[in-house]
């Protein structure tokens, strides 16, 4: 077992070791979303969702593509500040479900209201399929900040892994598209599915759920198509221009193989002029951001998201 990770992540490394669970690329598809999922509603247990003012389902409508998302209102402020939420799980596996603890943990901590995207996902619906929903929720959200008590001026887009990806992808394309986004938040984003930084073979295996492996099982089922890999709307740090960005938090884990590709892409978006706080944790692994009531650093990282808020929106 890895001897660089916190003791708190270890006794979790241990637990997954004893329940001999697969890895993730070893499934079909189904079976990695049923394993994630049951995962996720034993958290749950554990760890009961935290209570906000309220919480509706509802979808964007058909003049936005129909897609469902979850509101989190954490207090009943009808000009509220809203965060765009987009989950992980490698654009294949993940819910607004196995996410609802995070979402609303984050809605407390912040006080924002928080809007869970649940974009269409591989191998169902390969790329750009996510990235277009992801987009076209969050100009839904900007279009009806009124119904939905939030302030339109004040509109941050956030995701974890595959859901950093996606709103590094989004805001790119905001800004594009002239919308105001008042901030993102990526927390150990895939910004380069290229791969090949030290940090895929320091941490290949070992080191929790997201191996090497199991990045190019994701990357298979999203984007079979190698030639399209390139695109910035898949590896945002392919863009023509990271120029014009609005304030960025970047979030990662040491030991992660996600690692690297974090820390240049907070480096680029500085060099490209854009106001950018970078926050590694040291002996964390992908997925910490999730392990609340596990991880002292998991509840760290969320206040460092709304100290970062607290300061920029």
Request: glycine residues 8%; proline residues 6%; aromatic residues 10%.
């Amino acid at each position: 077992m890895p001897d660089d990770v916190h003791p708190q992540i270890q006794t979790l490394l241990d637990t997954m070791v004893a329940l001999n669970l697969p890895a993730i690329q070893s499934l079909s598809v189904q079976d990695a979303r049923a394993m994630f999922e049951g995962f996720a509603n034993s958290r749950r247990e554990s760890y009961p969702p935290p209570h906000v003012a309220e919480v509706i389902n509802t979808t964007t409508g058909a003049d936005f593509g129909d897609i469902p998302v979850r509101v989190y209102r954490p207090n009943l402020d009808a000009t509220a500040p809203a965060i765009v939420y987009f989950h992980g799980g490698g654009h294949v596996i993940g819910s607004l479900d196995s996410y609802d603890t995070v979402t609303r943990y984050m809605a407390n901590a912040t006080g924002h209201t928080v809007i869970s995207v649940d974009y269409r996902m591989a191998p169902e619906h390969i790329f750009p399929a996510a990235p277009m929903d992801c987009f076209t929720a969050t100009q839904w959200v900007a279009q009806n900040a009124k119904a939905l008590q939030i302030d339109a001026t004040k509109i941050s887009v956030c995701g974890d892994s595959a859901g950093g990806n996606l709103a590094a992808v989004v805001a790119l394309m905001a800004r594009d598209a002239n919308l105001p986004i008042a901030a993102q938040i990526l927390i150990y984003p895939v910004v380069d599915y290229r791969g090949g930084t030290p940090s895929y073979d320091r941490y290949a295996t070992g080191y929790g759920g997201l191996e090497a492996e199991t990045v190019t099982w994701f990357m298979d089922h999203y984007i079979p198509d190698p030639a399209k890999r390139d695109d910035w709307r898949a590896s945002p740090i392919q863009a023509a221009s990271l120029s014009g960005l609005p304030p960025t938090l970047i979030i990662t884990a040491e030991c992660d193989v996600l690692h690297d590709e974090g820390a240049t892409y907070a480096a680029a978006l500085r060099d490209a002029g854009n106001t950018v706080t970078y926050q590694d944790y040291a002996g964390m692994i992908h997925g910490f951001f999730n392990y609340l009531g596990l991880a002292d650093d998991t509840e760290k990282a969320h206040q460092a998201v709304a100290d970062f808020l607290t300061h920029h929106v």
